[in-house]
């Protein structure tokens, strides 16, 4: 290994140290545990500014996302996500119908409402307590429900380049264009829902987990 190399496999050991620990004992949260890593690897000549600026993808992926989280926290804060997650739940729970559409209805909203936010924790914090509760009262299992709740948060992380953490990264490479993602990203959740809901209700059928 080169000197350069040895400095990169310290400063990476460095900052994985501080994602792991460094918010529960020094107060640190991840974005500054990153930002001491790159400036140790400015610092120690690993890595120079002018590199850094040469990275446009990273910068551009930096700008519209930060937007996107900016705004999906500002929906939060507004108590909006809460707000569409109530009317849903006293749409349902109001309805009278039996829990199997409950379920469905309520989890293709827990889904496809992820198009308009950019951070699948503010959702899953304000929409899957509710939705539960719901589904529980109109008589669905507890446990499937919250299994395919859980499933369901899945199914959402790639319906579009800004629904999950990693998703802007990918496509700021520039193999796919937006519409392919979107499309690509629909087809892909319909085909989760539909094995999770057909193949796998049957499943949990046959071992018993639903009545």
């Keep these: 290994l080169t000197n350069k190399e040895k400095l990169f496999l310290g400063t990476m050991s460095i900052t994985v140290g501080l994602w792991a620990v460094g918010e529960s004992s020094l107060g640190m949260n991840n974005a500054t545990a990153a930002l001491v890593g ?11 500014w ?10 551009d992926c930096f700008l519209w996302f930060s937007v996107m989280i900016s705004l999906a926290a500002g ?14 739940s006293q749409w349902i729970a109001g309805s009278g119908m039996d829990w199997p559409p409950a379920l469905i209805i309520l989890l293709a909203v827990y889904v496809y409402s992820h198009y308009f936010f950019a951070s699948t924790i503010a959702q899953v914090s304000a929409m899957y307590p509710a939705f539960l509760t ?7 299992p507890a446990m499937p429900s919250a299994l395919a709740f859980c499933f369901a948060s899945h199914a959402m992380a790639s319906l579009t380049h800004y629904s999950s953490g990693n998703s802007p990264i990918y496509f700021n490479l520039g193999y796919t264009s937006m519409k392919t993602w979107w499309t690509v990203g629909l087809l892909t959740s319909l085909m989760q829902c539909s094995v999770w809901v057909l193949v796998g209700g049957m499943w949990w059928k046959y071992l018993g987990i639903l009545e």
């Design 134 to 140: 719901v589904a529980v009262t109109c008589g669905a």
């Design 75 to 88: 929906l939060d804060n507004l108590g909006v996500v809460r707000s569409l997650s109530g009317e849903v």
């Design 38 to 48: 790159v400036g140790l690897l400015l610092l120690s000549g690993v890595l120079t």
């Design 50 to 59: 002018e590199e850094c600026l040469g990275e446009t993808k990273g910068w």
